[in-house]
Structures are given as C-alpha cells and as structure tokens.
C-alpha cells in the first residue's frame, strides 16, 4: 500500500467546516483513497471512499486533487460527536487487501 | 442489517490461560478480517481469511496465536498461554468480498491479562 501522510492533530469549533487534509503522492493508478475515523473505545468506522473524482455522502464529503497526489476529507457542520481519530488508507481496487492504518488525525471539536 | 459482531466486549484471563474471540460477520459478508490495538498504539493487521481459508497471515505472531472462520459459525482468534503483552483491543471486519467494498468493523473485545 502507498503511504498516506496526515497531520497528528487538528481543531475545529463546533459547527463549522472540518477539513482533513491527506497526502498520498506515491498512490497508483488502481489505489483508492478511503476514510476511517475511531471514536475512543470504538471500532473504526467508514466514512467514504474515491478514485479520482469527487464524493458526497450523509457524512462527509472527500476532494481529490486532479493529479490524486492529496486529497481532503470534509464534514461540513462538525458536531462534538466528531471528535475522533481520522484515518485516511489507500487501497488497491482489485482483490480484498487488507487495510493498513497510519497514525492518522486527531481531531477534536472544540464547543 | 446488524453491524459486526463480537463477544465477549471484555474478557479476563490470567497468565498462561486460552483466550478466545469470537467475530459474526454483518449478513452476507465472507471475508474477515482481524486487527489488535495495544494501549496508545494504532491498529495494526493479524489476519484475513475466508470461509474455511486464510488468505492472509502477515501479521499473526508466529507462536500461539490462531484464526479460524469455518464453514459455519463465527470466526474466532484463538490466544494460546496468554501473556500480558497480549492485552490490547482486537478488532474484526468484514466485508461481501467485492472489489472496492469497505471493511466493515466491529466494536472489539478488551482482552486483559492478569
């Protein structure tokens, strides 16, 4: 799997915008970019996924550069249930590789 | 469509002691996944398997530990003569078997040894 690179830690005051940033410069051609965020205690949970274009759905929202080099995962109201460890993985798109988890980011909803 | 499932959530066992994990898959999913998590550190990858197969070892230690997802029932992790270091977290997924389909995770079992 190609390595992603995320900053440790981020704040955002609740109800704003959050946006995740994520670099990814060695991903190839058949690697998807995917989304995992762990609340404390929790599993992880999927968030969302892509290829090369934009994503949308009930949770977030994820941009990928044209060039897929980096990308930015965003949740448009945050909530102080969002605070967690986000986890952005790339992913081959053929067979059920594992995913592998980086250190991720933690973000923390400030009231 | 119930999540993952796995039980126990918590399990105690003193040193030297079998320690078995159990993961049901959401419906319709045949591939597992399991990961361990030790205190403050972050989720690295044990083992993938299939009905009746492993697929993927890399990351089981080499001695006492095993998986096993047969053709019924749930899979399970099985941790032969525990030792404290073997206290973390243990996370299993799941997922159909489709190309690009997420894993899909359960909330854990906190396994501590005494």
């Known amino acids: 799997d190609a390595k992603t690179t995320q900053p440790p830690s981020m704040d955002c005051a609740e109800g704003r915008a959050a946006n995740l940033p994520c670099n990814h410069s060695?991903?190839?051609?058949?690697?998807?970019v995917y989304w995992y965020r762990q609340i404390h205690s929790q599993g992880p949970q999927y968030i969302i996924h892509?290829?090369?274009n934009n994503e949308t759905n009930e949770m977030a929202s994820l941009i990928i550069t044209e060039d897929r080099k980096s990308s930015t995962l965003i949740l448009p109201h945050a909530t102080l249930r969002d605070t967690a460890v986000y986890y952005c993985?790339?992913?081959?798109?053929?067979?059920?590789?594992?995913?592998?988890f980086g250190t991720g980011t933690r973000l923390t909803i400030i009231p | 469509n119930a999540g993952v499932m796995q039980n126990p959530r918590h399990l105690v066992r003193r040193r030297g002691q079998e320690a078995r994990l159990r993961c049901s898959p959401m419906?319709?999913?045949?591939?597992v996944y399991w990961y361990r998590q030790l205190p403050e550190e972050g989720l690295k990858f044990m083992v993938y398997?299939?009905?009746?197969?492993?697929?993927?070892e890399s990351g089981m230690p080499k001695e006492r530990f095993s998986a096993e997802f047969p053709k019924e029932g749930p899979s399970i992790l099985r941790i032969q003569q525990v030792v404290r270091g073997d206290s973390a977290a243990y996370f299993c997924?799941?997922?159909?078997?489709?190309?690009?389909?997420?894993?899909?995770f359960g909330n854990g079992t906190r396994l501590t040894v005494t």
């Open positions: 997924a799941s997922s159909p078997g489709q190309a690009v389909s997420p894993l899909h």
């Open positions: 060695t991903i190839s051609g058949n690697e998807y």
């Open positions: 892509g290829l090369k």
């Open positions: 993985i790339v992913r081959v798109e053929f067979g059920n590789e594992k995913l592998t």
């Open positions: 419906k319709g999913h045949s591939h």
């Open positions: 398997l299939q009905k009746e197969n492993i697929i993927d």
